[in-house]
């Protein structure tokens, strides 16, 4: 599978826009502007672009918590990504999401989600409704380890089995369900052995490996595209932030965060991009200045949009029915 | 005027939306071949085939889910749980997922889905197939939940809830299944947020909706052997719900009694008697009184199940406590 040189220039874009917008939350959230939770997505990117750069603008993915480096693989714009972590009327959700809750339906991005595990069943029901209507679209469903605990997980992907439903499960194997680690949460070490379970492919990969990650994505989509059902792709990888900001990270060693990055899949696709001459060092340079500069115009974008209109609390809950704001 | 059966209505509202519209489908626990373990989708499967008429595994999570997931992309799918009882299982995607999609995303998607749930005792069926659940959902922003009384608003609820670009929870009760009505040569669609008058009068106003509709009809009778000539208001629609219809009527009586088979503590009608003390107080000739089932689980044993769930003259000495 030849990938061509722009491609490969597009996902380190993907990979460190993803970056750069998660250090930006970081330090907003510190600082105190960004209310409520942030989980950063910085050390996993290579899931996300290797997996996304597979899909079509009309295939679905489904999120999670960590949603931040989902939505910008498939396209997401970081300006009303950002603008929705501020809570402001310009994001992407008027506000009324924040950063758990980004959707772009245009994108085919059907939400990230604060409840672990409930976008296997929304994932099986893209795929239905692709195989009602006949399209050869597939559903990218992202998830954790520790999600694949929940019935969700083995109701989407039997019923994704036994319906041969579209839909490619990808499993971003961090290590821990918030600060308990895998072996501590479930008896397998490699989550795609629970693919036999379905009699689907599974399989694991390095998932700091971005074109590992392409590479298999791309041939699940394959087999999603060509009705021959689901695969469980489990991508190893790790968060090397806390689950959420805030998190002193108790429940893990500093040796073990340090080796993981020295596999962070970012300086290994510039060195795979430098190695095999088709981006120079200071095209790289170039790159994430540019980027950097889009993330801060986000954050500016993001600052100087107003907060949603008060009034505004009762709008969307139905497509009709608007119930009476309270009167101060 | 013809007769028709609850469960006939059902199912000719299903499939006249299948015939209009490609894009509905249902699918459930054995609603296939086998037409449905109370017999509401017979018939359809040979009709629809496999991939609209379609039976899922024992899977109520992804049932609700895959509801959602095909709602928000373009088609506007049925689901049928085989009793209400069954909605738990299915809760997150049903009150975390599908009520505030739409909202949490800022509008940006709409959620067309129905989900079908037979609910109710009286059929011996006890306690983890019997519940009236409706305060679980109708107090759940996002979700509009309806409750047919009869043949004819079981079929143009069906029509509404289907064309409805909102999440709809569709209550059907058991025990009427079989039940025989007359209908309309032609029925239409009934608009969801649209109350009844299933029997005019000006002692009392018995406010409920179900299968309660047909034991507040026949309390009326013996209140009306008795002199007492009570209005009987069907609200069809638990959200949203008919305000004015029921605040009018309570204004022309001076007497509210409530009516549910939901266990009494915390049942939905508990807010339809918080918005008549709050809006029609000053009408009340007498306290608002409920009637519910005990705060019990439904039992098994037929007379114990009787025992505890609501019946007309339960209704009938409710009103006469506040005539």
């Given at each position: 599978?030849?990938?061509?040189?722009d491609?490969?220039?597009?996902?380190?874009?993907?990979?460190?826009?993803?970056?750069?917008?998660?250090y930006?939350?970081?330090?907003?959230?510190?600082?105190?502007?960004?209310?409520?939770?942030?989980?950063?997505?910085?050390?996993?990117?290579?899931?996300?672009?290797g997996?996304?750069?597979?899909?079509?603008?009309?295939?679905?993915?489904?999120?999670?918590?960590?949603?931040?480096?989902?939505?910008?693989?498939?396209?997401?714009?970081?300006?009303?990504?950002?603008?929705?972590?501020?809570?402001?009327?310009?994001?992407?959700?008027?506000?009324?999401?924040?950063?758990?809750?980004?959707?772009?339906?245009?994108?085919?991005?059907?939400?990230?989600?604060?409840?672990?595990?409930?976008?296997?069943?929304?994932?099986?029901?893209?795929?239905?409704?692709?195989?009602?209507?006949?399209?050869?679209?597939?559903?990218?469903c992202?998830?954790?380890?520790?999600?694949?605990?929940?019935?969700?997980?083995?109701?989407a992907?039997?019923?994704?089995?036994?319906?041969?439903?579209?839909?490619?499960?990808?499993?971003?194997?961090?290590?821990?369900?918030?600060?308990?680690?895998?072996?501590?949460?479930?008896?397998?070490?490699?989550?795609?052995?629970?693919?036999?379970?379905?009699?689907?492919?599974?399989?694991?990969?390095?998932?700091?490996d971005?074109?590992?990650?392409?590479?298999?994505?791309?041939?699940?989509?394959?087999?999603?595209?060509?009705?021959?059902?689901?695969?469980?792709?489990?991508?190893?990888?790790?968060?090397?932030?806390?689950?959420?900001?805030?998190?002193?990270?108790v429940?893990?060693?500093?040796?073990?965060?340090?080796?993981?990055?020295?596999?962070?899949?970012?300086?290994?696709?510039?060195?795979?991009?430098?190695?095999?001459?088709?981006?120079?060092?200071?095209?790289?340079?170039e790159?994430?200045?540019?980027?950097?500069?889009?993330?801060?115009?986000?954050?500016?974008f993001?600052?100087?949009?107003?907060?949603?209109?008060?009034?505004?609390?009762?709008?969307?809950?139905?497509?009709?029915?608007?119930?009476?704001?309270r009167?101060? | 005027?013809?007769?028709?059966?609850?469960?006939?209505?059902i199912?000719?509202?299903?499939?006249?939306?299948?015939?209009?519209?490609?894009?509905?489908?249902?699918?459930?626990?054995?609603?296939?071949?086998?037409?449905?373990?109370?017999?509401?989708?017979?018939?359809?499967?040979?009709?629809?085939?496999e991939?609209?008429?379609?039976?899922?595994?024992?899977?109520?999570?992804?049932?609700?889910?895959?509801?959602?997931g095909?709602?928000a992309?373009?088609?506007?799918?049925?689901?049928?749980?085989?009793?209400?009882?069954?909605?738990?299982?299915?809760?997150?995607?049903?009150?975390?997922?599908?009520?505030?999609?739409?909202?949490?995303f800022?509008?940006?998607?709409?959620?067309?889905?129905?989900?079908?749930?037979?609910?109710?005792?009286?059929?011996?069926?006890?306690?983890?197939?019997?519940?009236?659940?409706e305060?679980?959902?109708?107090?759940?922003?996002?979700?509009?939940?309806?409750?047919?009384?009869?043949?004819?608003?079981?079929?143009g609820?069906?029509?509404?809830?289907?064309?409805?670009?909102?999440?709809?929870?569709?209550?059907?009760?058991?025990?009427?299944?079989?039940?025989?009505f007359?209908?309309?040569?032609?029925?239409?669609?009934?608009?969801?947020?649209?109350?009844?008058?299933?029997?005019?009068?000006?002692?009392?106003?018995?406010?409920?909706?179900?299968?309660?509709?047909?034991?507040?009809?026949?309390?009326?009778?013996?209140?009306?052997?008795?002199?007492?000539?009570?209005e009987?208001?069907?609200?069809?629609?638990?959200?949203?719900?008919?305000?004015?219809?029921?605040?009018?009527?309570?204004?022309?009586?001076?007497?509210?009694?409530?009516?549910?088979?939901?266990?009494?503590?915390?049942?939905?009608?508990?807010?339809?008697?918080?918005?008549?003390?709050?809006?029609?107080?000053?009408?009340?000739?007498?306290?608002?009184?409920?009637?519910?089932?005990?705060?019990?689980?439904?039992?098994?044993?037929?007379?114990?199940?009787?025992?505890?769930?609501?019946?007309?003259?339960?209704?009938?000495?409710?009103?006469?406590?506040?005539?």
């Open positions: 599978m030849k990938l061509s040189d491609q490969l220039r597009s996902m380190l874009k993907t990979m460190l826009t993803i970056r750069h917008f998660e930006e939350a970081q330090s907003q959230f510190a600082m105190g502007v960004i209310p409520g939770f942030v989980h950063l997505y910085i050390g996993e990117e290579a899931v996300a672009t997996a996304c750069a597979a899909l079509n603008e009309d295939d679905y993915i489904t999120s999670t918590h960590r949603g931040h480096g989902h939505i910008i693989a498939k396209g997401g714009d970081v300006k009303y990504m950002m603008a929705e972590l501020f809570g402001k009327e310009t994001g992407y959700c008027k506000g009324k999401g924040g950063s758990m809750h980004i959707a772009d339906a245009s994108k085919g991005i059907l939400g990230a989600n604060g409840i672990v595990g409930a976008g296997h069943n929304i994932a099986a029901g893209a795929g239905l409704s692709i195989q009602y209507r006949g399209t050869d679209q597939v559903c990218v992202f998830f954790g380890d520790a999600s694949t605990n929940q019935s969700t997980f083995h109701e992907l039997n019923l994704a089995s036994v319906w041969k439903l579209p839909v490619v499960f990808v499993c971003e194997n961090n290590g821990y369900g918030i600060s308990v680690s895998q072996e501590r949460h479930q008896n397998i070490t490699d989550i795609s052995v629970r693919a036999q379970s379905y009699n689907i492919p599974g399989v694991t990969i390095d998932g700091n971005v074109l590992a990650v392409y590479e298999t994505i791309t041939e699940a989509v394959a087999h999603a595209r060509d009705k021959k059902g689901p695969t469980l792709v489990e991508c190893k990888t790790y968060r090397h932030r806390g689950h959420f900001e805030g998190d002193a990270t429940y893990r060693t500093d040796e073990e965060l340090q080796d993981w990055i020295k596999k962070d899949p970012i300086p290994r696709l510039k060195t795979y991009l430098t190695e095999n001459e088709i981006m120079t060092t200071e095209e790289i340079d790159m994430e200045t540019a980027i950097k500069q889009e993330i801060a115009d986000a954050v500016a993001a600052k100087e949009s107003p907060v949603a209109d008060p009034a505004t609390v009762v709008h969307d809950v139905y497509t009709d029915i608007v119930e009476e704001a009167v101060r | 005027m013809t007769t028709m059966t609850y469960a006939e209505a199912r000719a509202g299903m499939s006249q939306t299948m015939r209009d519209d490609d894009t509905v489908f249902l699918f459930g626990e054995d609603v296939g071949p086998f037409g449905g373990c109370f017999g509401v989708s017979a018939g359809m499967h040979d009709e629809f085939g991939m609209r008429v379609r039976d899922t595994p024992i899977s109520e999570g992804v049932i609700v889910g895959a509801a959602v095909a709602a992309t373009g088609v506007r799918p049925i689901a049928e749980l085989m009793f209400t009882d069954f909605m738990t299982v299915g809760m997150d995607q049903l009150v975390n997922q599908a009520a505030k999609m739409r909202y949490m800022g509008g940006h998607l709409k959620l067309p889905m129905v989900v079908r749930l037979p609910a109710g005792g009286g059929i011996g069926a006890a306690a983890q197939h019997s519940q009236s659940l305060k679980w959902v109708a107090g759940i922003p996002g979700l509009k939940v309806v409750y047919p009384s009869n043949a004819e608003d079981a079929y609820l069906l029509l509404s809830a289907v064309a409805d670009d909102n999440p709809v929870v569709y209550f059907e009760h058991k025990a009427m299944y079989g039940v025989p007359e209908v309309p040569e032609k029925m239409e669609a009934v608009p969801i947020g649209k109350a009844r008058v299933a029997k005019e009068g000006e002692d009392v106003s018995i406010i409920t909706y179900g299968k309660q509709v047909l034991d507040a009809l026949e309390a009326a009778e013996t209140l009306a052997n008795e002199g007492v000539n009570a009987v208001i069907d609200l069809r629609s638990l959200y949203p719900w008919d305000k004015e219809a029921v605040l009018a009527s309570v204004e022309k009586t001076g007497k509210a009694v409530l009516v549910s088979e939901e266990t009494k503590r915390g049942a939905y009608i508990a807010e339809i008697a918080s918005v008549i003390a709050e809006e029609g107080f000053y009408n009340l000739d007498a306290p608002v009184m409920r009637v519910g089932a005990l705060d019990t689980p439904v039992p098994f044993a037929p007379d114990l199940e009787q025992t505890m769930l609501p019946n007309a003259t339960d209704i009938v000495n409710a009103v006469k406590e506040i005539s």
